[in-house]
């Protein structure tokens, strides 16, 4: 059983940044597309962001210019890098694998805990 473990979030004032990590328990060296998703409260889980081992990046639109992922696959790590937050990305913020572009099936059975992130004056 493969674990996800997010960490990093916090309260943050609109304007600010933080840097999510996401470890996860096995290799994913050999897998093509990492991503992190976040889920608002009443609002369906979504992908912000993705990663693939070839060095590609993809955002939504709502995230664009602002947040930065990465990955270090020899750490078994993804990061997030969040700047000009707004507080529209509050949520609970994911990290999982996909085949793109099937952001809606992950590739690990289980989520983790997430992370919170609010951001409010």
């Known amino acids: 059983q493969v674990q996800l473990v997010e960490s990093g979030g916090g309260l943050v004032q609109p304007g600010g940044s933080l840097r999510l990590s996401c470890v996860v328990s096995?290799?994913?060296?050999?897998?093509?597309?990492m991503g992190w998703y976040r889920q608002a409260p009443g609002k369906q889980r979504e992908l912000v962001a993705a990663?693939?081992?070839?060095?590609?990046?993809d955002y939504a639109d709502s995230v664009k210019g602002r947040f930065t992922i990465s990955r270090d696959n020899a750490k078994n790590t993804v990061w997030l890098q969040m700047n000009s937050l707004k507080p529209e990305d509050t949520a609970v913020y994911y990290c999982?694998?996909?085949?793109?572009?099937?952001?809606?099936?992950?590739?690990?059975?289980?989520w983790g805990q997430g992370t919170q992130v609010t951001v409010s004056s």
């Open positions: 096995r290799s994913i060296a050999s897998i093509h597309t």
């Open positions: 990663a693939t081992s070839g060095g590609s990046f």
């Open positions: 999982n694998a996909f085949t793109w572009p099937y952001s809606d099936y992950p590739t690990f059975g289980s």
